[in-house]
């Protein structure tokens, strides 16, 4: 299973980003992918999460509303895309995104421990 995170970059405060995960390796499409950061000197926290079958989402709430996650099947392979979009962004944002991938359980779990495929990670920087 491999996971590629991409889209970060320096933008300025209040701009929009999207970032990409390709997921590639998985053998069925029950799997949940999702999308963490990790902040210098702070643990890495959940954003949002999307079951890859039923696209059913769950988001971290204080985000949510300004963070949306949505999926694109390249093909029947389970191959896939995941865009985390990411609206009014502020300095507090600045952090390596991470996408990671989990064996579906049922519900979108948030915690790091669940997911067992982590991609490399993209820097995103905001400036004021």
């Known amino acids: 299973v491999q996971l590629q995170a991409s889209g970060g970059g320096l933008v300025q405060a209040g701009g929009s980003l999207r970032l990409s995960c390709e997921v590639s390796?998985?053998?069925?499409?029950?799997?949940?992918i999702a999308w963490f950061r990790q902040s210098p000197g702070k643990e890495r926290e959940f954003l949002a999460g999307?079951?890859?079958?039923?696209?059913?989402?769950?988001?971290?709430?204080p985000v949510e509303g300004r963070v949306f996650i949505s999926r694109y099947n390249a093909d029947s392979n389970a191959n896939s895309t995941v865009y985390l979009q990411i609206n009014n962004l502020t300095p507090e944002d600045t952090a390596i995104y991470f996408c990671?991938?989990?064996?579906?359980?049922?519900?979108?779990?948030?915690?790091?421990?669940?997911?067992?495929?982590w991609g490399q990670g993209t820097l995103v920087t905001v400036s004021s």
């Open positions: 990671a991938a989990a064996v579906q359980v049922g519900i979108i779990y948030k915690d790091v421990a669940t997911y067992g495929y």
């Open positions: 390796g998985f053998t069925s499409e029950y799997y949940d």
């Open positions: 999307v079951g890859w079958n039923d696209g059913r989402t769950a988001y971290r709430d």
